[in-house]
Nanobody, 121 residues
């Protein structure tokens, strides 16, 4: 009964910025690490950012480090991804989900619909 709803995607030119949001309905949201994933066209879904339940720690894939910032608001059950200096290579469908260190991407049984981010001039 977990519901994950991503939003905020769209078309943006290279160098632009975009802020993605993820609304989570799970009761365990506030005590569970969360993450953002993305799936470029024709490629596998990949983990790009994760954050602990209390925002004490955040980690990023090298491909987005220094450009993307993950954050959360536990009171509002929301997860965010602030993206800056966007590149065409960032074009993908972006998903949020719970994060478990023992999980690989294909271990997840459920995903939201994702939100499309297209970076093009």
């Amino acid at each position: 009964q977990v519901q994950l709803v991503e939003s905020g995607g769209g078309l943006v030119q290279p160098g632009g910025s975009l802020r993605l949001s993820c609304a989570a309905s799970a009761r365990t949201f506030s005590t569970t690490s969360m993450a953002w994933f993305r799936q470029p066209p024709g490629k596998e879904r990949e983990l790009i950012a994760a954050i602990t339940w209390n925002s004490n720690r955040a980690n990023y894939a090298d491909s987005v480090k220094g450009r993307f910032t993950i954050s959360r608001d536990n009171e509002k059950y929301m997860l965010y991804l602030q993206m800056t200096s966007l590149k065409p290579e960032d074009t993908a469908v972006y998903y949020c989900n719970f994060y478990y260190t023992s999980y690989q991407v294909d271990d997840y049984d459920s995903w939201g619909q994702g939100t499309q981010v297209t970076v093009s001039s």
